[in-house]
């Protein structure tokens, strides 16, 4: 059963680090496209980030410059690096796996940035 687990969140102050982990139990994770979207209350779940499997790395304007997003296949293990975080950050985390055939989300892990 394809499972999809993150961690690392945490509470942290303005100007503040996390890495947060996202480790997939399915097969052939190299050949998956990975991503990180956030959703803050009230608001729509959006996009952060996103690695092919070929490398290839996407950002939203709002994180450019401040996270970073990394994969390591050997580990079925994507990573998101965050620097530099703001209040607007505050939101659950999630990290999602598409194949050709499905999209697989993991169950969040919350991100708390205080000013």
């Known amino acids: 059963q394809e499972q999809l687990v993150e961690s690392g969140g945490d509470l942290v102050q303005a100007g503040g680090s996390l890495r947060l982990s996202c480790v997939v139990s399915g097969s052939m994770f190299s050949r998956s496209t990975m991503g990180w979207h956030r959703q803050a209350p009230g608001k729509q779940r959006e996009l952060v980030a996103f690695i092919t499997s070929s490398g290839i790395t996407n950002y939203a304007d709002s994180v450019k410059g401040r996270f970073t997003i990394s994969r390591d296949n050997a580990r079925n293990a994507v990573y998101l690096q965050m620097n530099s975080l703001k209040p607007e950050d505050t939101a659950v985390y999630y990290c999602?796996?598409?194949?050709?055939?499905?999209?697989?989300w993991g169950q969040g892990t919350q991100v708390t940035v205080s000013s």
């Open positions: 999602r796996r598409t194949t050709p055939l499905y999209v697989y």
